[in-house]
């Protein structure tokens, strides 16, 4: 499965390095404010996109 987002509040919803808050804890302020700039300026521009792709499997046990 592949989720795609087209802005950054809805990426952060799922991926915590698009929250600022989530950031704080782990991304020096300096860090996180130009990577915070550049995300907000590309949601602005309207080419911001943020995509990837998850693995899922199924199964089950066979009847004994």
Known sequence: MTLRFTA??????VVPFFDP???EICV???????FLDSVHESARRGDF??????WITMGRV???
Not at 8 to 13: H, M, T
Not at 29 to 34: C, E, F, K, S, W
């Open 49 to 54: 996109l943020f995509a990837f792709t998850m």
């Open 62 to 64: 066979a009847s004994a």
């Open 21 to 23: 808050h989530a950031l």
């Open 8 to 13: 950054p509040e809805d990426a952060a919803s």
């Open 28 to 34: 020096e302020p300096d860090l996180r404010r130009r």
